[in-house]
């Protein structure tokens, strides 16, 4: 019976949103900028058509789609099998999945840290869980090391988290962030600071190169390095739809977003365009 009634309110909600005329986004603070200039640009060239773009964080925009508060949700990471499992039990199908662009997860650190240019995937392990307290030992001044990191439900601090950290915990003593653009300020005016973010983010900080092994050249996070993959910090970036409401209005902006126009924002605004075989003709 509960099924039968979550599944009525998924398709009364479809035909609300329908007649709203409105496409509500929300979820990861990394692909915010980006998914507020396409809509931005989207609204210009289709008036009549509203869309609402709102951060917080990829683990609320899962929630949110799963209370069905959002059509689309925006996320720095793949979604989980209990977030499948629960947007299954609500609406009856897993969420349609859509690639929409890819970053190289950069690393940052201060502008005034000169010393410091490239880090191995096993010295930022360190940094990043405390092993390693002191720039002196990854070639640095003799200074303390600040950890700046992002909240829990960030899909980046849970890909950072999988990805460099091997599933360690981040040091007790790292400061968290409450998106993006708060961790670089706060690397921008801490000399002897790290973060990590989007490559869409870079702007008052330096980010590092990262070599996949200590004494291995470090590379840089470009696009050529991003697309080959040779950048060892890549990922996609990702929206999930409701496969309910991926019809008329949603479809038709999913659609622009992964094809020519769209990508052509995607690397206006810092990230890079998706490989040609994935997106939209």
Known sequence: MKSKLALLAA?????????????????????????QKWAEVYMSAHPGQKIQVTGGGTGTGFAALQNQTTDLCNASRK?????????????GKRPTEYKVALDGLSVYVSESNSKVTSLSLEELEGIFTGAI?????????????????????S??????????????????????????????QAVSKDKNGIGYGGAAYGAGAKHLKVSTAKGEAGIEPSE???????????RYLYVYVNPALDKGEVAAYLKWIRGEDGQK?????????????????
């Open 11 to 35: 398709t009364l909600l479809t035909a609300a949103n329908a007649i709203a005329g409105t496409i509500s986004v929300k979820g990861s603070d990394t692909l915010v900028v980006l998914a």
């Open 79 to 91: 979604i989980k099998a209990k977030e499948i499992e629960q947007c299954v039990k609500v609406f």
């Open 133 to 153: 307290k002191n720039w002196k030992q990854v070639g640095g001044d003799d200074a303390p090391i600040t950890v700046y990191s992002r909240e829990n439900s």
């Open 155 to 184: 899909g980046t601090y849970e890909f950072f988290k999988e990805h460099v950290l091997k599933g360690k915990d981040f040091a007790s003593g790292a400061q968290t962030m409450p998106g993006t653009a708060a961790v670089l």
């Open 224 to 234: 050529e390095n991003v697309l080959s993959g040779k950048y060892p910090i890549w």
């Open 265 to 281: 924002l995607v690397k206006d605004v810092g990230y890079y365009p998706l490989q040609k075989n994935l997106r939209s003709n």
